[in-house]
C-alpha cells in the first residue's frame, strides 16, 4: 500500500481552501488514497466544481462541502459545530486556506490585517485545538498545516504574510511535541514559490516558474506535504535545494535589500 492509504471510506479528511490550488490538490490526492473528503472554501461554484472532479476520480469514497469564510474570529468553532452536527470525525486535517498579502503594514487596510491573522493564526489555532481533542479521544490523528518559505524571507511588503505563517510553523512544531504521545502528529510544510494564483501571477509567469524551478506545481506541493504528514515530521521544507538557499535569504540586508525593496514597490497592492 502507499503511504497513507487506507480502506476506502474507513476514515476521512477534511480540507479547507479545498476550491482550488493547493487545496484542490490535498482533496484530490486523499480521496484517491482512501479518504473520504470534506472540502471547505468561502467559494460556493468553485467549490462544487472540485469536489465533483475528486468524487469522478475517487467514487469509492464521499465528497461533501461545505461554503464557509474562515477568516472570522468564530469561524472555527462554527466549522467544529457543523462536523459534529453532521457527525463527520475528521481524521486528518488539512489547515491550507490562506490569503496573500504582498503591502507595507502602512498601506495595508486594517480588515485585511484582522482576515489574515483570522484566517491563518486563529482559526488555525483554534481547529487544531478542537480537532486534536477529538482525535485523541478516538485513538489518534493527523494534522497538516500549511506555513511558507517566506517565514525566512521577512522583508517589505511581507511583513504581515511572513509573520502570520511563521506563527504557524512556531505554533505547529510547538503543539506537536505535546500531542505526540497522544496519538496525533502535526506537520507545517512550508514551500516556496507555487504555480497558483494565490500571488497573482500570470499563466505565462506561473509556465515559466514551473519550467525554471523557481515554482512548484500545486500537485507536488501537496504530495511532499502529505507525505511529511503521514511520516510524522514536524516541518517540511520541500525541495532540498530552498532549504539550501534559507541561509541566503536570511543574510538579504542593507543595499541590497533597498534594491529589492525598490523594484518591488510596483507589485505592492
Known amino acids: 500500500m502507499r503511504r497513507g492509504e487506507v480502506f ?50 475517487s467514487p469509492r469514497v464521499w465528497v461533501r462541502t461545505w461554503t464557509k469564510d474562515l477568516a472570522t474570529p468564530t469561524a472555527a468553532e462554527e466549522l467544529f459545530a457543523y462536523t459534529e452536527t453532521e457527525g463527520i470525525k ?63 524571507m521577512p522583508y517589505p511588503g511581507l511583513s504581515l504574510y511572513s509573520a502570520s505563517k511563521a506563527y504557524l510553523k512556531s505554533f505547529s512544531v510547538a503543539f506537536s511535541k505535546e500531542v505526540e504521545e497522544r496519538g496525533v502528529t502535526v506537520t507545517a510544510i512550508c514551500p516556496a514559490g507555487i504555480a497558483t494564483d494565490l500571488y497573482g501571477l500570470s499563466p505565462r509567469l506561473q509556465r515559466f516558474g514551473l519550467k525554471t524551478g523557481i515554482l512548484m506545481s500545486p500537485e507536488s ?45 510596483q507589485f505592492q497592492k
Open 221 to 265: 506541493c501537496a504530495r511532499r506535504g502529505l507525505n511529511g504528514m503521514f511520516r510524522g515530521q514536524r516541518c517540511k521544507v520541500p525541495d532540498w535545494w530552498f532549504r539550501l538557499f534559507i541561509p541566503i535569504c536570511q543574510m538579504v540586508k542593507g543595499p541590497v535589500r533597498r534594491m529589492l525593496r525598490r523594484y518591488t514597490m
Open 90 to 152: 475528521v481524521d486528518v486535517l488539512v489547515n491550507n486556506a490562506g490569503i496573500f498579502s504582498f503591502c507595507d503594514i502602512l498601506s495595508t487596510p486594517v480588515e485585511r490585517i484582522e482576515r489574515v491573522i483570522y484566517l491563518h493564526d486563529l482559526t488555525t489555532t483554534k481547529t487544531c485545538r478542537l480537532y486534536a481533542e477529538d482525535m485523541i479521544g478516538r485513538g489518534g490523528g493527523r494534522i497538516l498545516n500549511m506555513s511558507s518559505y517566506s517565514i525566512w
Open 8 to 57: 476506502p471510506g474507513s476514515k476521512t479528511a477534511l480540507v479547507t481552501g479545498a476550491s482550488k490550488g493547493i487545496g484542490r490538490c490535498y482533496a484530490l490526492q486523499l480521496a484517491a488514497l482512501g479518504y473520504n473528503v470534506l472540502m471547505v472554501a468561502s467559494g460556493e461554484e468553485e467549490l462544487l466544481r472540485s469536489a465533483e472532479e475528486v468524487r469522478q476520480q
